[in-house]
């Protein structure tokens, strides 16, 4: 039997595919943006292929396939989502345009705000109102909803939120008027605030509900058909959709809260990256992901990768719990230009895999880092995709002499500018990751993945003045081996807050308990197997305006002191976060938060193969700069035994990838068969 993870990815989508015996094959296929799923079906007949197997025996054979997906990242992104109504409190339609007060960057005068997904007149007051307990002030006014509800039907809206003041704490309105809009607008996709994000901050909750209106009837009508192909080509298992939070879940809970799916693909590489950490014994990452369109950068500190319910994509607010990571427009597509300056920029635009860069022969005509990866020598131009798909080095070089003209440098001086300024924005995004949050990236390993990483790892970690580099040998296709590594997750959540009130044992113990009911009965009814409960709370001082997540782990609730030590917990993490604790202050617990887990199966990890004495072998040499243009070695990885070790400069190339190990760097092979590359 198999397992197959899928990441799509903004140029190429990654297949991995293992079996009972801990073999594991991968492939890449070109992404096709305007219909991910025959991308996906395109790379499941090339990883068949690779198996030896057509791929309906493959499907046949296959018990779980795990997706990471990019529909409600592109729909957001591109602006392509639903047509959206917002029912809410008469008296608060205009929310999404206050947003908090506060501007992203209070200094900057300029830029106007974000544009709501739901303009003004599709934004309808519905008369009702809760009290801040939940009691009714005001009963949900029928003639209110039903003028709401035309009001709907004549906007041509194709999807509602509804999000009522104070339903975080009472839904009975929220309920009854999707019972009212489903009985008089049916197929009309609907999300609700006490089931998308039951907390309190009106803002946050109000933003999130319609983010996931927007993506939900997409991100359902692409998981749907994925789902139907899948069938049809024989697919008799279970699809899986990889979380925001790295969790996963049936195709249902995903469609459910598309929302939590934005970070889908990025999350698989964080998932991985825990196991890299785990296998290697190594705590400390830096998870550094470079593919042909963006990349993705995060921190594992302590084995832990750590989640943030401050989530924002496009301008929008995401206060799902997800994985904190740091995405920038850096990729082998990144396209460089000169400005009327005669500045050189590299990105935020992409080729992608459309035209993607000059060097594809897909019409593409600027210049990319990949272009100035080939005239630099550093990728084989006859070799790349195992010589499947060689690229044209005559436009990579026609396509740097524009730059070059315009900056009036030569074609070397050009190509290596470009490969400068992409590895000092990428460095910049790690030290966003570090040092802004007072952590010291040279007490850190940098984990390098994405097809891409390896040829920028070693001056990216120069730069930084980090000194070791992973580069697992799965290192192009991590974030799709790390979808089967994901876990079954579900999270609920729920406000307990009264100001100036102390939460007493007995809340507590209340609270906890109905939590890990209903997340251990959703999960249920996925998985028959053993189960795993992890519990925190969201808590701030009581003049704060943020909480932070403090983690619960065995906190005994049976303890007659449970609420001391929840809050020594609480002043021992904000020391951690900020390097201060005031235990003579007020404490507030705001949210509690359970996440059911349960474990897959994982196979094929941490074999080891034999040690190898002999010497490493190159299988040709070419000119490549590495300050000069020099005759290097090029190895083979798929050659390279574990025990083995060389000096740079040399290339290391695989199908899909290529590991530049620059002069002085001396690389060894570990047990696992990754690379470990330790700077000068």
Not at 500 to 515: N, T, W
Not at 606 to 622: Q, T, Y
Request: charged share 25%; hydrophobic share 40%; aromatic share 6%.
């Amino acid at each position: 039997m198999f397992t197959i993870g899928v990441d799509v990815g903004g140029t190429y989508t990654d297949l991995v595919a293992t079996d009972e015996t801990g073999r594991t094959v991968f492939a890449k296929s070109p992404s096709t943006p305007s219909d991910q799923s025959i991308g996906v079906m395109a790379g499941l007949d090339e990883l068949a292929r690779r198996l030896n197997v057509t791929r309906a025996e493959m499907l046949a054979n296959t018990d779980r396939l795990v997706h990471g997906t990019t529909v409600a990242t592109n729909a957001l992104l591109e602006r392509k989502g639903a047509k959206v109504a917002l029912l809410t409190t008469e008296g608060h339609r205009d929310v999404v345009e206050m947003r908090e007060g506060l501007k992203p960057d209070r200094y900057d005068l300029r830029t106007p705000p974000p544009e709501p997904l739901v303009p003004r007149e599709r934004r309808i007051g519905v008369r009702e109102r809760l009290k801040a307990d939940g009691s009714a002030s005001i009963p949900l006014d029928a003639g209110s909803l039903d003028s709401a509800i035309t009001a709907v039907r004549s906007s041509g809206a194709r999807s509602v939120a509804v999000c009522f003041l104070h339903s975080y704490l009472n839904p009975a309105h929220e309920l009854a008027a999707v019972e009212r809009l489903g009985s008089e607008l049916p197929g009309i996709n609907i999300s609700r605030s006490s089931d998308v994000l039951p907390q309190i901050k009106e803002y946050e909750r109000v933003s999130t509900t319609i983010v996931n209106a927007y993506v939900e009837p997409i991100v359902r009508r692409y998981l749907t058909n994925l789902e139907k192909r899948l069938s049809e080509a024989g697919f008799k298992g279970t699809l899986f959709v990889v979380l925001s939070h790295g969790g996963m879940a049936p195709v249902e809970e995903a469609s459910r809260l598309a929302a939590g799916t934005v970070l889908s693909g990025p999350a698989g590489g964080i998932s991985g990256s825990r196991r890299c950490a785990d296998l290697l014994g190594i705590p400390d990452l830096v998870p550094f992901d470079m593919g042909g369109t963006s990349t993705d950068i995060s921190l594992i500190s302590g084995g832990q990768a750590s989640l943030s319910a401050d989530g924002m994509l496009a301008g929008q607010r995401i206060a799902l719990r997800s994985l904190d990571i740091a995405s920038i427009a850096a990729g082998g597509g990144s396209i460089a230009s000169v400005d009327g300056s005669r500045t050189l920029r590299v990105g935020p635009e992409s080729a992608g895999s459309v035209p993607g860069p000059a060097c594809y022969g897909n019409g593409g005509t600027a210049a990319t880092v990949t272009d100035a990866n080939v005239v630099l020598g550093y990728l084989d131009a006859g070799a790349f995709m195992g010589g499947k798909r060689p690229l044209d080095r005559g436009a990579s070089e026609a396509a740097i002499d524009q730059i070059a003209a315009a900056l009036e440098l030569s074609r070397l001086e050009a190509a290596a500018g470009i490969y400068k300024m992409i590895n000092l924005k990428m460095a910049d995004g790690i030290r966003l990751m570090t040092l802004r949050r007072g952590v010291d990236p040279r007490k850190f390993v940098l984990l390098s993945f994405g097809g891409a990483a390896g040829l920028h790892a070693a001056e990216v970690a120069r730069e930084l003045e980090i000194r070791r580099i992973i580069v697992p040998t799965v290192a192009s296709v991590l974030s799709a081996w790390g979808m089967l590594t994901s876990d079954l997750r579900y999270e609920v959540s729920r406000t307990h807050y009264g100001a100036g009130a102390r939460i007493s044992a007995g809340e507590v113990r209340e609270l906890y308990s109905q939590l890990e009911e209903q997340a251990a009965g959703r999960l249920r009814s996925w998985f028959n197997g053993p189960i795993s409960i992890e519990r925190s709370a969201e808590m701030r001082y009581g003049e704060q305006v943020f909480e932070i997540d403090v983690p619960l782990g065995d906190l005994d609730l049976d303890a007659d002191d449970v609420v001391d030590q929840i809050e020594q917990r609480f002043h021992r993490r904000h020391e951690e976060l900020y390097t201060y604790a005031s235990p003579g202050h007020e404490v507030v617990f705001v949210n509690a938060r359970v996440a059911a887990v349960a474990e897959v199966a994982r196979r094929g990890e941490g074999i080891k193969s034999a040690s190898s004495a002999e010497p490493c072998v190159p299988r040709s040499r070419r000119k490549a700069w590495f300050g000069g243009w020099r005759e290097v070695p090029v190895y083979a990885l798929d050659d390279l035994r574990p025990g083995q070790s060389l000096s740079g400069p040399a290339i290391i190339e695989a199908e899909t990838t290529t590991v530049l190990v620059d002069t002085g760097d001396r690389l060894s092979v570990n047990p696992l068969g990754w690379l470990d590359i330790t700077l000068r």
